[in-house]
C-alpha cells in the first residue's frame, strides 16, 4: 500500500499564496505520476495540475500561469505552489499518485491524500 500525506492548506486573501505539499511513503515501486485535484462543494473533482517522473507538467486552464507544481522524485515529494489566489480557487485539494507497487509488478496503481482545505476570501 501507498500513503500520501498532505499538508499546507488553510485560510488566505485573494491575491495571495499558499504552497501545498504531499509525502508518498509505502511500498512504491515506481512513481509515474503525482498531481493535485480539487473539489469544490457541489462540484466535480477537477485536475488542477500533474507532473510526470519526466517532468512534463499539465495544468488546468484556470490555474496556468498561476499555479505551480513540482516534484523531488529522490523523496516522492510534490508540491503546488498557489499565487494570485482567487475566491474560486476555494476546495479541498487532494494529491493523487500513480505509481507501481514494490515487488517488480508493472501494474499502476492510483492513491489519494485525504485531502487538505483551501479557503480564498474575497
Known amino acids: 500500500q501507498v500513503q500520501l500525506v498532505e499538508s499546507g492548506g488553510g485560510l488566505v486573501q485573494a491575491g495571495g499564496s499558499l504552497r501545498l505539499s504531499c509525502a508518498a511513503s509505502?511500498?512504491?515501486?515506481?512513481?509515474?505520476?503525482m498531481g493535485w485535484y480539487r473539489q469544490a462543494p457541489g462540484k466535480q473533482r477537477e485536475l488542477v495540475a500533474a507532473?510526470?517522473?519526466?517532468?512534463?507538467?499539465n495544468y488546468a486552464d484556470s490555474v496556468k500561469g498561476r499555479f505551480t507544481i513540482s516534484r523531488d522524485n529522490a523523496k516522492n515529494t510534490v508540491a503546488l505552489q498557489m499565487n494570485s489566489l482567487k475566491p474560486e480557487d476555494t476546495a479541498v485539494y487532494y494529491c493523487?499518485?500513480?505509481?507501481?507497487?514494490?515487488?517488480?509488478?508493472?501494474?499502476?496503481?492510483?492513491?489519494w491524500g485525504q485531502g487538505t482545505q483551501v479557503t480564498v476570501s474575497s
Open positions: 493523487n499518485t500513480e505509481t507501481t507497487l514494490r515487488g517488480g509488478s508493472y501494474v499502476v496503481f492510483a492513491y
Open positions: 509505502g511500498s512504491i515501486g515506481s512513481i509515474r505520476t
Open positions: 507532473i510526470t517522473s519526466g517532468g512534463n507538467t
